[in-house]
T-cell receptor, first 113, second 115 residues
Framework: QEKVQQSPESLIVPEGAMVSLNCSFSDSASQSIWWYQQHPGKGPKALISIFSNGNKKEGRLTVYLNRASLHVSLHIKDSQPSDSAVYLC?????????????FGQGTKLSIKP | GPKVLQIPSHQIIDMGQMVTLNCDPVSNHLYFYWYKQILGQQMEFLVN????????KSKLFKDQFSVERPDGSYFTLKIQPTALEDSAVYFCASSLGQGSGNTLYFGEGSRLIVV
């Protein structure tokens, strides 16, 4: 069974800082890795996904994937108070083509104005 | 963006009673999912559904659970009978296609409290 671990559990940074969130997974053959944002009382919202080794940039977000080290990271540039939320890393296990995602426990991010 | 609507947002129910959670997925989506999140724990996959059939279910999808989407209406999760450990937030999601590259769109959840 695929395992997904996120660090840190929580993070407080000042507005404008660069944020780095980490996620490790257990199966190098996993398919896409997703980052979701979840505000209190809301459902998760997909932010960005990556499949191939390397990095992918979308707006203020950059994600880095290293399958050899079973690690993926999300970086948020120029953080805003509205970025305050729980960030969930989710992995699509190998051989599952049915939309099943394995979620990490999340990182709670707080951006201080 | 695409919206998934869930009804009810909250429900308190006596143990042993039946509960139905309703989901209105994104209009042109074909794949539907239920996930369960217990307070303070990670979100866990329950079941996915396509073309009127369950495609895959997890160990959390107990015999007391059932899903259906009659005549293209709501996609429902029914629990009968409920147990105390069923207390959780249940999230519905939908996607246009299958495969790991397809975005899952989640609703805001139905918080179920079994007393």
């Amino acid at each position: 069974q695929e395992k997904v671990q996120q660090s840190p559990e929580s993070l407080i940074v000042p507005e404008g800082a660069m944020v780095s969130l980490n996620c490790s997974f257990s199966d190098s053959a996993s398919q896409s890795i997703w980052w979701y944002q979840q505000h209190p009382g809301k459902g998760p919202k997909a932010l960005i996904s990556i499949f191939s080794n390397g990095n992918k940039k979308e707006g203020r977000l950059t994600v880095y994937l290293n399958r050899a080290s079973l690690h993926v990271s999300l970086h948020i540039k120029d953080s805003q108070p509205s970025d305050s939320a729980v960030y969930l890393c989710a992995v699509s296990p190998m051989n599952y083509n049915q939309g099943k995602l394995i979620f990490g426990q999340g990182t709670k991010l707080s951006i201080k104005p | 963006g695409p919206k998934v609507l869930q009804i009810p947002s909250h429900q308190i129910i006596d143990m042993g009673q039946m509960v139905t959670l309703n989901c209105d997925p994104v209009s042109n989506h074909l794949y539907f999912y239920w996930y369960k999140q217990i307070l303070g724990q990670q979100m866990e996959f329950l079941v996915n559904f396509y073309n009127g059939k369950v495609m895959e279910k997890s160990k959390l999808f107990k015999d007391q659970f059932s899903v259906e989407r009659p005549d293209g209406s709501y996609f429902t999760l029914k629990i009968q009978p409920t147990a105390l450990e069923d207390s959780a937030v249940y999230f519905c999601a939908s996607s246009l296609g299958q495969g790991s590259g397809n975005t899952l769109y989640f609703g805001e959840g139905s918080r179920l409290i079994v007393v």
